[in-house]
T-cell receptor, first 113, second 113 residues
Framework: DQQVKQNSPSLSVQEGRISILNCDYT??????FLWYKKYPAEGPTFLIS?????DKNEDGRFTVFLNKSAKHLSLHIVPSQPGDSAVYFC????????????FGQGTTLQVKP | KAGVTQTPRYLIKTRGQQVTLSCSPI?????VSWYQQTPGQGLQFLFEYFSETQRNKGNFPGRFSGRQFSNSRSEMNVSTLELGDSALYLCASSSPWGDTEAFFGQGTRLTVV
C-alpha cells in the first residue's frame, strides 16, 4: 500500500521557469510533510517541510502547498536552475514520535540551460 | 556540528557472505533509521532504533538486522547476502520527537556479486 505517491517519474523544465512537483497521500492521519532532494549516490538533503495546520510554506525559491481536502501537496521551484536537477522525494512521518518516514517514489527533475 | 556519518561508502561482497554497515548520527540525536534504495525504487524503510531499542521495523526478511549502542551509533547487518541486496543503504538521524526533519548520511553502496 503506497501511502505517499509521486505519479510523475520525471519532469523537464527550462532554466528560469517554474518547476512544479506533485505528491499525493492516502493516510488522512499524516500531519507533517517533507521534501527531500537527492543526487545520485548521495543521501537525501532536506529541502522544506509543511505542517498540516498550514497550507503554504515558503523558503527562498522553494514553496510547498498543501491541500488537505485533496490529500495533495506540491513543491514549486521558482526560478528553476540547472543545479536543481536531481530526484525529489516527498515524505511523511509514519506517526508521531517516530523517525520512520514514508517516501514517495521520487520525481527526477531536469532543468535545461 | 558534524553530520551523519556512514561507513564504509562502498562495499563489494559475494553472495552468501554477511556485511555490517555503520552509522554515526548527529550529536544529540537518539533516533536512527535505515533505508534501502534500489534502482527505480523509492526509499524503503528497514528499521528505526531509539535509545538502543528497535522502535519500528519495515517489511524485510530476518536476514536484515540492526542494533544501536549507548552512544546512539547504529549498525545494520545483512546475512547470507543475495544479488538483490545490492543497493544504496542510507541512515538517517533525527531528534526524538516528530515534526522535525531527518538528516541523512551519504549512504553505503553495497554491491553483491
Amino acid at each position: 500500500d503506497q501511502q505517499v505517491k509521486q505519479n510523475s517519474p520525471s519532469l523537464s523544465v527550462q532554466e528560469g521557469r517554474i518547476s512544479i512537483l506533485n505528491c499525493d497521500y492516502t493516510n488522512s492521519m499524516f500531519d507533517y510533510f517533507l521534501w527531500y532532494k537527492k543526487y545520485p549516490a548521495e543521501g537525501p538533503t532536506f529541502l522544506i517541510s509543511i505542517s498540516s495546520i498550514k497550507d503554504k510554506n515558503e523558503d527562498g525559491r522553494f514553496t510547498v502547498f498543501l491541500n488537505k481536502s485533496a490529500k495533495h501537496l506540491s513543491l514549486h521551484i521558482v526560478p528553476s536552475q540547472p543545479g536543481d536537477s536531481a530526484v525529489y522525494f516527498c515524505a511523511a512521518p509514519a506517526s508521531s514520535n517516530t523517525g520512520k518516514l514514508i517516501f514517495g517514489q521520487g520525481t527526477t527533475l531536469q532543468v535545461k540551460p | 556540528k558534524a553530520g551523519v556519518t556512514q561507513t564504509p561508502r562502498y562495499l563489494i561482497k559475494t553472495r552468501g557472505q554477511q556485511v555490517t554497515l555503520s552509522c554515526s548520527p548527529i550529536s544529540g540525536h537518539r533516533s536512527v533509521s535505515w533505508y534501502q534504495q534500489t534502482p527505480g525504487q523509492g526509499l524503503q524503510f528497514l528499521f528505526e532504533y531509539f535509545s538502543e531499542t528497535q522502535r519500528n521495523k519495515g517489511n524485510f526478511p530476518g536476514r536484515f538486522s540492526g542494533r544501536q549502542f549507548s552512544n546512539s551509533r547504529s549498525e545494520m547487518n545483512v546475512s547470507t547476502l543475495e544479488l538483490g541486496d545490492s543497493a544504496l543503504y542510507l541512515c538517517a538521524s533525527s531528534s526524538p520527537w516528530g515534526d522535525t526533519e531527518a538528516f541523512f548520511g551519504q549512504g553505503t553502496r553495497l554491491t553483491v556479486v
